[in-house]
């Protein structure tokens, strides 16, 4: 048997900005924390939109986040740099423990909030360091 070789090629055609997914459940142990919780949401919701410039025909920038990630030990090799984002997603699940469970004065007892980064600036490999100099050589 002989088969034809079809000359498969990848064709590349740029990159997207890079997103970044988070997930945290927030347990509180009182109403004043659930407050507390309350108060987080607000402020993500609060800078991840955009304002009114002008006569309202125009939006000001949502802002930026500065989003760092180290792990616990000696120097940051393990570290991941993520560049200047905007929060593009913020979801709020009040049923954190399958079921909605809240204070008398009816303040959440337990929240599960997700986020949405996405980048600002295309990453390139002159953004990332090489952590294994010579190990690999590309074409």
């Known amino acids: 048997g002989v088969a034809r070789n079809p000359h498969l090629a990848t064709l590349f ?20 924390e659930s407050n507390e919780i309350a108060n987080i949401i607000s402020i993500f919701k609060y800078h991840m939109l955009p ?17 760092e990630i180290v792990f616990p030990g000696e120097g940051h090799k393990y570290s991941f740099d993520i560049g200047a984002s905007v929060l593009k997603d913020f979801t709020v699940d009040y049923t954190g423990e399958g079921a909605p469970y809240f204070f008398e004065s009816g303040a959440p007892a337990s929240v599960t909030i997700g986020m949405t980064f996405e980048e600002v600036t295309i990453t390139t490999k002159e953004n990332i360091k090489q952590p294994f100099a010579g190990s690999f050589k590309g074409r």
Do not use: M
């Not at 055609?13 to 004043?32: D, I, M, W």
């Not at 304002?51 to 989003?67: K, R, V």
């Open 13 to 32: 055609q740029g990159t997207n900005f890079r997103s970044h997914q988070f997930q945290y459940k927030l347990v509180a142990s009182n109403e004043q």
């Open 51 to 67: 304002s009114y410039a002008g006569e309202n025909h125009f939006f000001n920038y949502p802002e930026q986040f500065d989003i």
